[in-house]
């Protein structure tokens, strides 16, 4: 799913969340637009992986 998102919608952020131990299939598609949660998480780890994802405006720059 995650494929067909990024080839459909160029530049989705995609945050994976599981509970399973073996992660390797999600590592292997993890990059610099996507994060994974492991279960269990807490709230704060998901404020964070949706922060280190979204655009942040730098200072400065007005079109941001």
Same mark, same amino acid.
């Given at each position: 799913l995650?494929?067909? #998102?990024r080839? =459909?919608? $160029? @530049?989705? !952020? #995609?945050? *994976?969340? &599981?509970? *399973?131990a073996? &992660?390797? =299939?999600? %590592? /292997?598609l993890? @990059?610099a %637009? /996507?994060?994974?949660?492991? !279960?269990? *998480?807490?709230?704060q780890? $998901?404020v964070?992986? #949706? %922060?280190?994802l979204a655009p942040?405006?730098? =200072? @400065? %720059?007005? /079109?941001?």
């Open positions: 995650a494929r067909e #998102i080839q =459909s919608k $160029l @530049g989705q !952020k #995609i945050v *994976f969340v &599981t509970g *399973f073996e &992660t390797a =299939s999600l %590592d /292997s993890h @990059g %637009d /996507s994060r994974v949660l492991r !279960k269990p *998480f807490t709230h780890d $998901l964070q992986a #949706i %922060d280190s942040h405006p730098s =200072s @400065g %720059d007005p /079109s941001n």
